[in-house]
C-alpha cells in the first residue's frame, strides 16, 4: 500500500498561520503604498493648479488670484471664488456661498483659474471623501482679522496677508471679496504659502491666524488634524515661486502665511 501523499491537520494549520503572517505583514506595506501614491497624484494636481495661478499672474499684471471677487453672471451668487465649485447647495456661511464639502447639486460657478486647468478633475485629491467637490485651499490669512499675536508683535497687525487677500471687503449679504498682491510685493516666495489642502466648508483656510504663535505652530490636537488628515501626518502644498512639496504641521511657520515678512521681528 502506497502512503497518502495528503497534507496532515497540522502541516494544514502551520501553511494557514505562516499565510496570515504574511498577510499581516504585507498588507500594512500594500497599503502604505496606496496612500503613497494617492499622495504623488495629488501633488501633481497641486503642481497644475500652482501653475494655473502662474499665468493668471501673467495675464492680470502680476497680480496673483484673490479669494473671491463679485460675480457677474446672475444665474449664480454674487460672490466668484478662485477656484471653481457648486456655491449654491448650501446658505452663506462666515463669508462664503456653497459647501465645497458636500455634493454638487447644482452647476458649479467657474472660478477664477479655472480657463487655466487642462482638467477640472484635478480640483479633487484621491484621497478626499468622495461626496467633497474639491480639498485645496487657498492661503487666508487677511487684514482686519483678530489675533492673540497682534498682542505680541503689533507690527503685525493689519499688515499679514497672503497672495489672494491683500484686502478685503464684505458685500451687502455679508458675503466676502478680496484684493489679490502684486507679485513683486511678496519678500520671499519661495517661503510663502499660496494653497494648501483642509477640510472646510470654502476652498480658503485662515486656521493658524487667530493664534499667538510665531516659529512653532500651537500644539493643539484639531489643528494638527486639521492640516494632517489626508496623507500620512503631512500636507501638500504650493508655494510663491510655482514649487510643491509635501510639509508637516510642526514644519510650519508664522511668516510662511504672510506676503511681508518685515513686519516679524527675525526677518
Not at 111 to 136: F, H, N, T, V
Request: proline share 8%.
Amino acid at each position: 500500500m502506497k502512503p497518502s501523499k495528503a497534507f496532515t491537520l497540522i502541516e494544514l494549520l502551520v501553511v494557514i498561520a505562516i499565510i496570515a503572517i504574511l498577510a499581516a505583514i504585507l498588507f500594512p506595506v500594500f497599503s502604505q503604498a496606496k496612500a503613497a501614491a494617492k499622495q504623488i497624484a495629488c501633488l501633481s494636481n497641486i503642481r497644475q493648479i500652482g501653475m494655473a495661478h502662474i499665468l493668471y499672474l501673467g495675464d492680470n499684471d502680476d497680480v496673483w488670484c484673490p479669494i473671491a471677487t463679485r460675480g457677474s453672471d446672475p444665474s449664480f451668487p454674487p460672490q466668484q471664488m478662485w477656484l471653481g465649485y457648486d456655491n449654491q447647495n448650501g446658505p452663506l456661511l462666515v463669508g462664503f456661498y456653497g459647501r465645497v464639502d458636500q455634493p454638487a447639486t447644482h452647476t458649479p460657478h467657474p472660478g477664477l483659474i479655472d480657463g487655466y486647468l487642462k482638467s477640472q478633475a484635478i480640483r479633487k485629491c484621491p484621497s478626499m471623501p468622495g461626496e467633497w467637490q474639491s480639498s485645496y485651499a487657498i492661503n487666508y490669512f487677511t487684514p482686519n482679522l483678530t489675533s492673540a499675536y497682534y498682542t505680541t508683535n503689533p507690527a503685525a497687525k493689519d499688515h499679514e496677508y497672503g497672495p489672494g487677500s491683500k484686502r478685503n471687503d464684505y458685500g451687502p449679504d455679508g458675503s466676502l471679496f478680496f484684493t489679490g498682491a502684486n507679485d513683486s510685493e511678496m519678500d520671499q516666495p519661495a517661503d510663502t504659502l499660496v494653497l494648501w489642502e483642509h477640510d472646510a466648508i470654502a476652498p480658503v483656510c485662515n486656521f493658524l491666524q487667530p493664534y499667538d504663535w510665531f516659529s512653532q505652530a500651537p500644539d493643539i490636537e484639531t489643528l494638527r488634524l486639521h492640516f494632517h488628515f489626508l496623507h500620512r501626518d503631512g500636507a501638500n502644498v504650493m508655494w510663491g515661486d510655482g514649487h510643491t512639496k509635501r510639509i508637516t504641521y510642526g514644519a510650519l511657520r508664522r511668516p510662511m502665511f504672510s506676503v511681508r515678512k518685515d513686519i516679524y521681528p527675525s526677518n
